[in-house]
């Protein structure tokens, strides 16, 4: 069975620092796809950037990049120029390309000083 | 998210009491996702669905049961709900090979 293990329960940045929130995942299977979401206090469910695993260039939106190490099982967040809006709970989440099944992360609460 | 939306967005029920929750889409997609959120856990997947009657269980599934009988319509149920079930539920829905799109959620306390 897969697996998404978030390491880090909280983290925090200055506003227009850069920070990096980590994400690792188990499987076995070589398609499938690796999603960032982000939850602010509304609770609302928001995709913050995807990633296919067939692809060897890391996804980019805006200031929100990812390091994707498929060898290493590695899927990291990094937020550049961070504002005040990022605060939230970020979750790390796979999709298997064999079953859909959709499985998350813990998740890493990101809070951002002025 | 725009195209689902789960009723109630709040319950609080007996234990012992049998639950269900509604979750409805109105863009065709074929999957989708019942999951809980609590403290510490994160997002855990309860039930997912594949298609009209197809579904299948996900890490957390004990003590409840889905059905999916139309398209649009993916109902969970805590047959007999007990304090252990106390959380924060959201419904998914998605296509194949893209991201899943999220219902409002819906608090559900059991006494």
């Known amino acids: 069975a897969q697996t998404v293990t978030q390491s880090q329960p909280e983290m925090s940045v200055q506003e227009a620092e850069t920070v990096t929130l980590s994400c690792t995942y188990d499987?076995?299977?070589?398609?499938?796809?690796l999603f960032w979401y982000k939850q602010p206090p509304s609770r609302q469910m928001i995709l913050v950037i995807r990633?296919?695993?067939?692809?060897?260039q890391n996804a980019t939106e805006n200031r929100f990049s990812v390091n994707f190490q498929k060898a290493a099982k590695s899927f990291s967040l990094k937020i550049s120029d961070s504002q005040l809006g990022d605060a939230a709970m970020y979750f790390c989440a796979y999709r298997s390309d064999n079953t859909d099944k959709l499985i998350f992360g813990t998740g890493t609460r990101l809070q951002v000083f002025p | 998210d725009a195209g689902i939306t789960q009723s109630p967005r709040h319950k609080v029920t007996e234990t012992g009491t049998p639950v269900t929750l509604r979750c409805h889409q109105t863009?065709?997609?074929?999957?989708m996702y019942w999951y809980r959120q609590d403290p510490g856990h994160g997002l855990r997947l309860i039930h997912y669905s594949y298609g009209v009657k197809d579904t299948d269980k996900g890490e957390v599934s004990d003590g409840y049961s889905v059905s999916r009988s139309k398209t649009e319509d993916f109902l969970l149920t805590l047959e007999s709900a007990t304090s252990s079930q106390t959380s924060v539920y959201f419904c998914a829905m998605g296509e194949r090979n893209t991201e899943a799109f999220f219902g409002q959620g819906t608090r559900l306390t059991v006494v």
């Open positions: 499987t076995s299977e070589s398609d499938y796809y």
């Open positions: 990633q296919e695993a067939y692809k060897q």
């Open positions: 863009e065709n997609h074929r999957y």
